[in-house]
């Protein structure tokens, strides 16, 4: 692919109706297969970093997360703006990409000014993906308003979507478990809003005063923290945690703590980015994908038996960068 098919691509993002979404797609392909012309997209694109809101959405299997971003774009589409997607899947271990795809738990609204795409975790530690920094600027080029990023539902509750997002909403329900004591600390001080969903249940009100006390201790510190009660079935109260989600957004921008959160993605990217190739060099060093596995699996059986630790196949196997 040449740089004119790249700049071709990114102008044709651009123009309406499906071949907009087509090009769009191919562009995210590319990035997310790691494609040698992904950095070059990158640098085209550049400049028009950081003009949507970027909000992650993060909570255990099952808590309605999917059918939440569906009826917030219905608000979305009626207020004529754009919104994009990024669906952070588990990734298959036969085929490397999203086990879920594209589409398949989103039921609402599609047109042309929303746009959905599934990214493979590829086994990231918090439920991210390696390219979710470079989908969510090439839908900042494509001109959306709002980014849903939409994580691996987990015990962790993804506690890495902070280094993509602008602002963390963790959506529980009664089901969560034993109130928020069964939460991993790392979400509870990380998210900026609270959503109990699926609020028609038993138990929903429990949660909602547990979550309301969190608030409490946060703002006893300097944070606002949000909490606001839905049922996505019943589409009740999504329009106020939309809206309310967006007046923190607009308040932490205003008081530059947005600025500041932006930067510090910047500065997780790199890290990320850093760790992967220190990877990539030590698989190389080594002859390859196949011995690097065979590698591992040997020092794997010697620290189960007690002969190695960690730290030693470490520096065993990267011994050869320095």
């Not at 990734?91 to 086990?99: C, M, R």
Request: aromatic share 6%.
């Amino acid at each position: 692919m040449t740089r004119a098919d790249i700049h071709e691509l990114l102008e044709s993002t651009r123009m309406p109706g499906v071949e907009s979404h087509r090009s769009l797609g191919r562009l995210m392909r590319l990035v997310d297969d790691c494609h040698p012309v992904a950095d070059e997209i990158d640098f085209a694109i550049r400049s028009t970093v950081f003009r949507a809101a970027r909000i992650g959405l993060t909570g255990p299997p099952g808590a309605g997360k999917s059918s939440l971003i569906a009826c917030v774009l219905e608000n979305i589409s009626a207020i004529d703006k754009r919104a994009g997607i990024l669906a952070i899947d588990p990734t298959s271990p036969f085929t490397g990409g999203a086990l879920l795809g594209d589409r398949v738990r989103l039921k609402g609204p599609t047109s042309d000014n929303v746009f959905f795409r599934s990214l493979a975790s590829r086994g990231a530690y918090g439920g991210i993906s390696a390219s979710i920094w470079q989908s969510a600027r090439l839908l900042d080029w494509w001109g959306a308003d709002v980014i849903l990023i939409e994580t691996v539902g987990s015990g962790q509750l993804g506690t890495s979507v902070g280094d993509v997002a602008d602002i963390v909403v963790a959506v529980l329900t009664p089901e969560t478990g034993d109130g928020i004591q069964s939460m991993k600390a790392g979400i509870m001080e990380l998210a900026d809003c609270f959503i109990v969903n699926k609020s028609d249940r038993s138990g929903s009100e429990l949660l909602f005063r547990e979550l309301n006390h969190v608030k409490k201790e946060a703002e006893s510190v300097g944070r606002r923290v949000e909490v606001f009660s839905t049922s996505a079935v019943e589409s009740s109260g999504i329009d106020e945690a939309f809206d309310g989600a967006r007046s923190l957004w607009l308040n932490l921008y205003d008081s530059g703590e947005i600025t500041r959160r932006r930067k510090s993605q910047i500065e997780k990217e790199i890290a990320f980015r850093l760790e992967a190739g220190m990877r990539e060099m030590v698989i190389r060093s080594v002859g390859g994908m196949e011995t690097y596995s065979k590698a591992i699996s040997g020092w794997v059986e010697k620290i189960f038996a007690g002969d190695a630790t960690s730290a030693i196949a470490a520096n065993e196997l990267g011994a050869d960068l320095f």
